[in-house]
C-alpha cells in the first residue's frame, strides 16, 4: 500500500540517539521548575551569541517590516520564487564565506544553489552525484543524521573510512583505501568522499595534509568529493581552518568539477529555525541540476530578505564571528576543565559545539553494551542526555559528544557537578583504594544496584 | 562511469518544453506600461497578485508578526531555534482551521494530521517519495499543470498515465476515462499506485462535481488505491458551483475512518490563495497515521522557515482577517474573470465556463490553421511575438486536443489587462489573413520560418526560470 521507503523506515530515526532525546522532553531540566530534570548536551546549538543579532535587528527595525528605503518590499518577497535565489542574498553568504576563509577561496554567486538548510543540501549533492546503490565514503565517527539525510530517498550507500583515537582520529591513506576495497567487496560503486570539516562529532578542524591526501585520492579515484562546513565559523582554536578549497587552490584543482561545498547558518548563526542551507560547486551541470530540485526545498523569500541585510553589514560579520569565536572557546575551556577535574579526557579539539570526551575507563567492558549501559545511566541517573559515540558510528566503545553551546554557564556548571558526583560514586565502588563507609555509601549502592537491574532498558522509569 | 547520477543529466525534470521558451521571450521583453509598453504581457503566471493592499493593512496594524514580537515580547531566540518537524503548533492551527474556512466548515481538519513543507511542490514529491516505489504510477486527468511531471516523476522515479479528459464533455472525469487509463497502466506494465486530482482544476479553473468525485471515491476504492486531491486552488473559487472538497463527499458518504479515507490525501498551499508562492508554505493532510509519520520525517528535506510559520499563524489566527480575506479575494477574482471572459468574447473566442483559479481555459480551437499541435504552437508563437501576450500552449499542459491556452487574469493591473485584451482584438479583427496582401503574408512567413529555426536551435537549452502553475 505505502511506498518501500516507508514500510522499511530506513531513517536511522530508531537509533539511541534520538531516544536519549525523548527522554530529555519527558523530563527536561528546568532551573527553576525542574532542577532535577535531565540537562540537554545532545543538541549541537549555538545559543551563545543570540544578543548580536538580536541588538543588530533592533538598529535594523526596517528589515522584518519589510521595507527597503521606505517603499514597502513585502509584494516583491510575496511573490519571489526564483529558484536562482534572491540575488543580494547570495551576494551576502558568499562574502560572509569568504570572511570566515580568512578570503584565501573567493566564492562566486553564481555557482552556488540556495536550499531549506544543510539536511536538504546534502540529500539534494547525492541525488545529482549518485544512482541508488551507488555509495559514499565517510570518516567515521560521524553525524547520525547523514544515515537519513544520505540514503533514505536516495537509495545511496554510505561505507565508513574508519578513524581512531589513537592517532587522533586523522584520515589516512591506509583507512581510505580499505574503505574503498569495503566498497568493492560490498558490489557498490564509489561516487565519492564527504567529509564534515571541522568534524561533527570531533570538533576537530581537517588537516591541510589530510585535505591534500583527500583531493590526491578522489582525483585519482575520479571521484567527488564533498565538503560539509556546516561549523566552518565555530573554529576558535589552532589550527587555524582550511577549506578544502583552499587546498583545492593550492594543488591548482581550484576549478575542479568534482569538488563540492556545503554550507548552512544553522551552527555558526545559531538560526537552524531558519532553514538556511547552500550547495557550492564548480561543475555547471551540478549547480544547474541542484538549482531545479531546490524548488523541493526553496528558503522563504521573508527570510533570505532578513538575512542578505544581516550579512550584507560588514560591520557585524566582522564583529559576530570574532565575538563568536570567544564565547565558543570560552564555553569549551569550561567544559574541559570541568571533566578533568573530574579525571576525564577529550579529544583537543578547535572548533564545533561539542567536545568528544572519553569516558572509556567508565565502562565496564570495552563493549558497546557497556558503552550503552554507559549512557543509560548518564542519561536516567546522572541526568545528562549526551550521545554516545555508536550513534555516530564510532568504531571503539566509550566515547560520547557533550555539547556545550546550546546550554547556560549556570546549567554547565550544574551539569559539570553531576559529573563529579556521579564519578565520584564510580570511584568509590571499584576495587581500588580504600572504601569509607558511610551512610552515603549505602545510598550510593543502593544506586547502583538500580542502575545494573536497568542496564538493558532505555526507559527512565522514576523520577531524578 | 557517469560523473553525475542519472537524475542529473536527464530532462526528466521536464523544463526543456515550449512552455519554458514563451517565459524566455518574456524576460527579454517584458511589458511595462510606462518604460515598455510593447513589450511581451506576462499571462502565463498563474499568480494571485490582487489582494496584497488586505495582507499590507493587516501586517501594518500587527507588526509583531513580522517583527518575532508576541505580546511585547521578544521570541526571535525561540523561532531561530525551532526546528520541530511537527511544526510550530499555532501555526497548524491556524492552517487546520483556515482549511476548514475555504470549505465553509462543513469539514475539519486535525492539526495532528498535518503535515507541514515547503510548498505544495515538496508537499507533492513527499507524497509520492511515501505512497509509490520507482516503476509505480499514478493516474492524473488532463490537461494537468506541467510542474507535475518535474513534482511527481524526476527524483521519486514514479510514473504519470493520464486520464484523457476532453472538451467535448467539458473535461469532465468519466468512469471510462478512469477504467482506461488504469488499463492503460497494465499494458505498460506498471502498478497504478492512485490518482491525483488538482481541484479547483489547474489549468481548467473549474471546480471538481460532486458526481465527479463520486466517481473517483468508487475507483479508488475498488482498485484499493490512494486518492491525492491537490486543493491548492480552495481558496479562488468566485462563484457558483461552490467548492466541494473530497473530503466532504467521504463525509457525505460516512466514508470516515473507513479504509478508503485512509488512502485519500490533500495538498494544500498558501501560494495561490494568499498569493505567497514566495514564503514557501504547502500541506499534506492525511488520515493514515503512518503517511503522516513518515511525511513528517521526509518533511526535514523542506521545513518552512520558522520565521514565516510565525507570521502566517498570527496572520491566519485572525478569524476578521480570514473572514473578509477569502470574501474580498473572491470578489476581486470574479470581477477580473468576468473581464477577461467578456473581452475574450468580444474578440470571437469562448472559454470553458469556469468558476475558480486565477486562469480562463481558452478555445481557440477556431483560429488554428489545421486541427493539429503543429498548428496550435504555430498559433501560440504568434500570439508571443506578433500579439505579444505570453500564454500557455494545451499541450504543455498534455490536452490531448489542440486548440486550448490558458490564459492567467490574475497577476496583472487592470489596465494592463485591457491592453492584453485589446491587442487580441486586434490580431482577431484584422488585418485578418483574408484581407492581408499576399507579400504581407509572405513576409510574416519567412519572419515565421526564421523563428521556427531558432526555437530548433533552442530546444535543448538547458536553464530555465521555475515555471509558476
Excluded at chain 1, 526596517?62 to 509584494?75: A, D, P, T
Excluded at chain 2, 491525483?196 to 473549474?206: A, D, E
Amino acid at each position: 500500500m505505502l511506498s518501500s521507503k516507508v514500510i522499511n523506515e530506513s531513517h536511522g530515526q530508531d537509533s539511541s540517539y534520538f531516544l536519549g532525546w525523548q527522554e530529555y522532553e519527558k523530563n527536561p531540566f528546568h532551573e527553576t521548575l525542574n532542577p532535577s530534570g535531565i540537562v540537554q548536551m545532545g543538541l549541537a546549538e549555538n545559543q551563545l551569541s543570540f544578543d548580536l543579532i538580536e541588538s543588530w535587528l533592533d538598529d535594523h527595525p526596517e528589515v522584518l517590516g519589510l521595507k527597503k528605503n521606505e517603499e514597502s518590499v513585502f509584494k516583491h518577497l510575496a511573490l519571489f520564487q526564483d529558484y536562482h535565489g534572491l540575488p543580494a542574498f547570495k551576494i551576502a553568504m558568499a562574502k560572509f564565506m569568504e570572511k570566515i576563509r580568512g578570503s584565501k577561496v573567493k566564492f562566486n554567486a553564481n555557482k552556488m544553489v540556495l536550499t531549506a538548510g544543510s539536511t536538504s543540501a546534502n540529500e539534494t549533492l547525492m541525488f545529482c552525484l549518485a544512482n541508488p546503490g551507488d555509495a559514499f565514503l565517510i570518516p567515521a565517527p560521524y553525524y547520525p543524521g547523514f544515515d537519513r539525510d544520505l540514503k533514505w530517498r536516495t537509495g545511496v550507500e554510505i561505507v565508513p573510512i574508519h578513524c581512531v583515537s589513537s592517532n587522533g582520529y586523522k584520515i589516512t591513506k591506509e583507512a581510505l583505501e580499505d574503505a574503498y576495497e569495503r566498497a568493492h567487496k560490498l558490489n557498490l560503486k564509489v561516487k565519492g568522499v564527504l567529509i564534515t570539516n571541522p568534524s561533527n562529532p570531533l570538533g576537530t578542524s581537517t588537516t591541510r595534509d589530510e585535505l591534500d591526501l583527500l583531493l590526491t585520492f578522489t582525483s585519482a579515484k575520479k571521484i567527488h568529493m564533498v565538503g560539509d562546513e556546516i561549523y566552518s565559523g565555530t573554529v576558535f582554536d589552532t589550527p587555524e581552518f582550511t577549506s578544502v578549497l583552499e587546498v583545492a587552490k593550492d594543488k591548482n584543482m581550484d576549478l575542479d568539477e568534482k569538488i563540492h561545498v556545503v554550507y548552512s547558518l544553522s551552527k555558526d548563526l545559531g538560526l537552524p529555525g531558519f532553514r538556511v542551507g547552500l550547495i557550492y560547486s564548480n561543475n555547471e551541470k551540478v549547480v544547474s541540476a541542484a538549482t531545479k530540485m531546490s524548488s523541493f526545498g526553496l528558503i522563504s523569500s521573508q527570510t533570505q530578505h532578513l538575512l542578505a541585510n544581516l550579512l550584507s553589514d560588514e560591520r557585524f560579520t566582522t564583529k559576530y564571528l570574532e565575538e563568536n569565536r570567544k564565547r565558543l572557546r570560552e564555553r569549551r575551556d569550561r567544559l574541559v576543565s570541568g571533566l578533568k577535574k573530574a579525571g576525564i579526557g577529550c579529544l583537543k579539539s578547535n572548533g564545533g559545539l561539542f567536545c568528544w570526551v572519553d569516558l572509556r575507563h567508565l565502562l565496564t567492558s570495552n563493549t558497546f553494551e557497556a558503552e550503552h549501559s554507559l549512557w543509560t545511566k548518564i542519561v536516567c541517573e546522572v541526568g545528562l542526555n549526551i550521545s554516545p559515540g555508536s550513534s555516530c558510528h564510532s568504531d571503539e566503545p566509550g566515547w560520547f559528544r557533550v555539547c556545550f553551546a546550546n546550554i547556560s554557564d549556570q546549567t554547565l556548571e550544574v551539569a559539570m557537578d553531576r559529573v563529579h558526583g556521579f564519578v565520584e560514586a564510580m570511584v568509590m565502588n571499584t576495587n581500588h583504594g580504600k572504601q569509607k563507609r558511610t551512610m552515603w555509601d549505602s545510598r550510593r549502592r543502593s544506586l547502583i544496584n538500580k542502575w545494573v537491574s536497568k542496564l538493558s532498558s532505555v526507559q527512565c522509569e522514576s523520577e531524578r | 562511469m557517469g560523473l553525475l547520477s542519472r537524475k542529473a543529466t536527464c530532462n526528466a525534470h521536464g523544463q526543456d518544453s515550449s512552455y519554458f521558451l514563451g517565459w524566455e521571450e518574456y524576460e527579454k521583453n517584458p511589458y511595462d506600461d510606462i518604460k515598455n509598453p510593447d513589450g511581451i504581457i506576462q499571462m502565463g503566471l498563474a499568480e494571485n497578485q490582487l489582494s496584497f493592499d488586505i495582507i499590507e493593512s493587516w501586517l501594518a496594524k500587527n507588526p509583531e508578526a513580522a517583527n518575532f514580537e508576541r505580546e511585547g515580547q521578544s521570541i526571535f531566540r525561540e523561532l531561530a531555534l525551532f526546528q520541530d518537524y511537527h511544526g510550530l503548533p499555532s501555526f497548524k492551527n491556524a492552517m487546520a482551521d483556515f482549511m476548514s474556512e475555504n470549505r465553509g466548515n462543513r469539514v475539519s481538519f486535525d492539526p495532528k494530521k498535518l503535515v507541514l513543507t515547503a510548498g505544495a511542490t515538496s508537499a507533492n514529491e513527499t507524497l509520492m517519495f511515501c505512497l509509490a516505489d520507482p516503476g509505480d504510477a499514478f493516474l492524473l486527468p488532463t490537461p494537468y499543470y506541467p510542474g507535475f511531471d518535474r513534482d511527481l516523476k524526476w527524483r521519486t522515479g514514479a510514473e504519470i498515465v493520464p486520464i484523457q479528459c476532453t472538451g467535448a464533455n467539458g473535461f469532465r472525469i468519466t468512469k471510462s476515462a478512469l477504467e482506461e487509463a488504469y488499463e492503460q497502466a497494465q499494458k505498460l506494465n506498471l502498478k497504478v499506485k492512485g490518482v491525483l486530482i488538482t481541484n479547483p482544476s489547474n489549468p481548467l479553473g473549474t471546480t471538481a462535481t460532486r458526481t465527479e468525485l463520486n466517481h473517483l471515491i468508487d475507483f479508488v476504492s475498488r482498485k484499493n488505491i490512494h486518492l491525492i486531491s491537490d486543493e491548492i486552488y480552495s481558496g479562488t473559487v468566485f462563484t457558483s458551483p461552490g467548492f466541494i472538497s473530497v473530503v466532504e463527499v467521504l463525509k457525505e458518504k460516512k466514508l470516515e475512518n473507513t479504509d478508503v479515507s485512509k488512502r485519500v490525501h490533500i495538498v494544500y498551499s498558501l501560494s495561490k490563495d494568499l498569493g505567497l508562492p514566495g514564503f514557501r508554505v504547502g500541506v499534506i493532510y492525511s488520515n493514515d497515521d503512518i503517511v503522516v509519520a513518515a511525511a513528517t520525517k521526509m518533511s526535514s528535506f523542506g521545513l518552512i522557515s520558522s520565521q514565516t510559520q510565525y507570521l502566517l499563524s498570527a496572520l491566519l489566527s485572525d478569524k476578521n482577517f480570514t473572514k473578509n480575506y477569502l470574501k474580498e479575494n473572491q470578489i476581486r477574482l470574479k470581477n477580473r474573470h468576468t473581464k477577461l471572459v467578456s473581452g475574450l468574447e468580444a474578440a470571437g473566442i469562448e472559454c470553458l465556463k469556469s468558476n475558480a483559479g486565477l486562469f480562463c481555459w481558452v478555445d481557440m480551437r477556431h483560429m488554428l490553421r489545421s486541427n493539429t499541435f503543429e498548428a496550435e504552437i504555430e498559433l501560440w508563437k504568434k500570439i508571443v511575438y506578433d500579439v505579444k501576450l505570453n500564454i500557455s500552449p494545451g499541450s504543455s499542459c498534455h490536452c490531448n486536443e489542440p486548440g486550448w491556452f490558458r490564459v492567467c487574469f490574475a497577476n496583472m493591473s487592470e489596465e494592463t489587462l485591457k491592453v492584453a485584451l485589446n491587442r487580441l482584438k486586434m490580431f482577431v479583427d484584422g488585418p485578418s489573413s483574408t484581407t492581408r496582401s499576399r507579400s504581407e503574408h509572405q513576409r510574416l512567413k519567412s519572419l515565421r520560418k526564421m523563428k521556427v529555426s531558432n526555437w530548433v536551435f533552442r530546444l535543448s537549452f538547458q536553464d530555465r526560470e521555475p515555471e509558476e502553475r
